[in-house]
C-alpha cells in the first residue's frame, strides 16, 4: 500500500480539554528538601506546568514539527506513521533510526538535518543518508496494536517491510532503547538486508538470557550483573511496572497531563547527562513536545505494553544467535549501564567501539552532532 502524506493537526477540543485538565490539577504533597530523591520535584513540575498553561504554544510547535515530511502506510494491518527525507548527496545511504520510550520521533529532530545534508553542517556530502524515522506501533501517530506480540522481533519485521514499501532492498539501522532491541532483531532475522547497525544503547539483560535472574559462568559477566543490579534497585521501577502491569499504569497516566509529565520527565532527567537540571541541554518545549505526542495520541498505555511483549518474549543474544551485520556502538557517559565490550562482542559483530566525551541515555537531543559524526564514520566504509 502506497505511503500517504501525513500533517499533525490536532483538534482544538483536544487542547481545550488539556487546558482544563491543567487547571484543575490535584498537586500532591511532598516531603520538604526532598528535592529528585523520591521522583519528579514538586516545584519543578509546578514551574513547567504554569509554563504548559500559559507559555507554550502547541500551534507553533506543531507547525515546526510539520516541516518534517510526514508519511503513514499500512503494514500488516496497522497504519505506521514515519519521517522520510531524502538525503542530499550523489548516493545516500537509506538508514531507519528506531527511537525508545519515553520518547519520539522528535527526539530525531536535530539529528535528521546532519545526517540527510552533512554538507550543510560542516561534512560531506558523500555521507549523507535518505533517513527514515518511524514511529513505533502504539506510539505517537503510529496505531496501536490491540492483540499480544509487538515485541522488537514484530517490529523489526515492519520496518523490513517498511523498507520494502520505499524501495530500499538494502539500508543501515540505528537506535537507542528500544531502537536499538529493534535494530538488534533486524539484525538478528534479517541479517542479509542490513548493510550495517549503530547503536547508542545495548539492553544488557539480552545478554544474560533475557534477564537478569540467569545465573553467569564468568566473571565478565558477573560483574556486569552487579553494575546492572545496582541500577535496576534505584531506577528500574517504571520497569518492572511497565513489564507486569502496563494496563494499571495506564489509566492514571492517559488521564492525567500532569501524571504523564511527571512520568516522562524524570526520566529525561534522570538518564540525561545534565547534571540534575534537564533544562540545560532540552528547552521547555522539547521537553513538552515530547510529552504533548503521548498526550494528544492517547498513546501512552500501548506504548508501555512493549515491556510486557518484551519480557514475554525477550531477545536473546548469544554466540549462537548472534548480530552478524557490522555493528558500531557509540558509548556516552550517563547511559543506562552498557555491557562491557568483551560482553557485547559475545552477540554482536562489534566493528567500532566509540567512547564519547559526554552525553546520556537521549544522545540524539543531547549531542546530536557527536552522535551524527559517529554514524556517518562508521558508515562510509560500509557505503
Known sequence: MAAETFTISVPDAVLDDLKRRLAATR??????????????NLAYLRALVAYWQNGYDW??????????????????????????????GARPLPLIISHGWPGSFVEMARLIPLL??????????????????PSLP???????????????????R?????MSELGYARFAAQGGDWGSAISSALGLDHPTRLVGIHLNHIAGRFLLGGTLNEPQQDEVARRYVAELRAWWETEGG????????????????????VGLAAWIIEKFRTWSDCEGDPECLFSRDELLNNVMIYWVSGTITASTRLYYESRAQPLRLSPASRVTP????????????IPPRALAERGYNIQRWTVMPKGGHFAAMEQPELLAQDIREFFRALR
Open 238 to 257: 517504571y520497569n518492572h511496572l511497565q513489564s507486569t502491569k502496563p494496563q494499571t499504569l495506564g489509566y492514571g497516566l492517559n488521564d492525567s497531563p
Open 326 to 337: 557490522p555493528v558500531a556502538v557509540a558509548l556516552f557517559p550517563k547511559e543506562i549501564p
Open 59 to 88: 500551534r507553533r510547535q506543531e507547525a515546526a514539527l510539520n516541516r518534517l515530511p510526514q508519511y503513514r502506510i499500512e503494514l500488516d494491518g496497522l497504519r505506521i506513521h514515519f519521517v522520510h527525507v531524502r538525503g542530499k
Open 138 to 156: 502504539g506510539y505517537g501517530f503510529s496505531d496501536r496494536p490491540l492483540s499480544p506480540g509487538m515485541n522488537p522481533n514484530a517490529i523489526a
Open 158 to 162: 515492519l520496518w523490513v517491510l517498511l
Open 116 to 133: 540527510a545534508d552533512p554538507a550543510a553542517h560542516g561534512g560531506s556530502a558523500e555521507d549523507a543518508f535518505d533517513v527514515v524515522v
Open 27 to 40: 498537586w500532591p504533597d511532598e516531603i520538604a528538601n526532598a528535592g529528585w530523591e523520591r521522583g519528579t
